[in-house]
């Protein structure tokens, strides 16, 4: 993964494409945007179970645009450090991996209260 301003190879792009294909996922990264969350926080704010939240976290992680912190029996995910920096300005939320853009839309952002 790259940081803004560098490019990704193809087959970066494809790999991260791939992950973010997916409503759930861009659910779960928009969610993430805002705060680290827990699964159980996942879960109750998608209103999937526990092992479909998982498996979309589980391709985000694969796809390194998210990591995962054990805190005793829970498991958190944030943004990963280095997509991290790749985020535009907070105003529009999204993402800029030098290949490709990715914005949410400003309407999501009041519908999450930020």
Same mark, same amino acid.
């Given at each position: ?5 560098? !490019?990704?190879?193809?087959?970066e ?10 409503? !759930?996922?861009?659910? $779960? ?18 209103? +999937? ?8 976290? +589980? $391709? ?15 498991? +958190? ?21 030098? +290949? ?11 519908v999450?209260?930020?």
């Amino acid at each position: 993964m790259s940081t803004r301003g560098m !490019t990704l190879t193809t087959n970066e792009c494809a790999v991260i494409m791939r992950a973010m294909g997916d409503a !759930t996922r861009l659910h $779960i990264l928009e969610s993430l945007l805002d705060r680290e969350k827990c699964v159980s926080d996942l879960v109750a704010e998608i209103r +999937c179970t526990q092992p479909h939240v998982s498996h979309h976290l +589980c $391709i985000l992680r694969e796809a390194g645009l998210i990591e995962g912190m054990r805190e005793g029996k829970r498991v +958190c995910y944030r943004i990963s450090p280095r997509v991290r920096r790749s985020l535009e300005n907070r105003r529009e939320q999204g993402f800029d991996f030098g +290949c490709c853009r990715l914005s949410f839309p400003v309407a999501s952002l009041a519908v999450h209260g930020r």
